[in-house]
């Protein structure tokens, strides 16, 4: 997973576990993505530093609003393509929601556009 996508991954998982449960540990970010504590606590660290999430010590993890922003776009670019890929193909639910996820990542706002418009 590359660097950019693997942020996306927690960005995404960080909201919408805050609007499931309306507070997130690093605990539940490793049992959501299926990672270990150490790897979430990396990953929460790296986020802080890019100023998209804010977490003290052993305290919640809460996106900033640069992190909700990007969040919001992930999930919109997720939709979008869950939308275009239900329209124009004869896939089951669940290989929609797997590729959805994969492509959310790696599309080009052109291409959303695109498919926004399908």
Do not use: F, W
């Amino acid at each position: 997973m590359k660097y950019q996508e693997s942020a996306e991954m927690y960005i995404k998982t960080i909201y919408m576990l805050e609007k499931d449960h309306g507070h997130v540990h690093i605990t539940d970010i490793s049992k959501a993505l299926n990672v270990t504590k150490p790897s979430a606590t990396k990953a929460a660290e790296m986020l802080k530093s890019r100023g998209l999430i804010e977490k003290e010590g052993y305290g919640p993890v809460t996106l900033t609003n640069d992190g909700r922003i990007m969040a919001e776009q992930i999930v919109n670019r997720h939709e979008i393509i869950v939308k275009y890929l239900q329209k124009t193909l004869n896939l089951s639910e669940v290989e929609v929601e797997e590729n959805a996820c994969r492509m959310e990542h790696i599309v080009t706002e052109a291409m959303i556009e695109a498919m926004s418009e399908i």
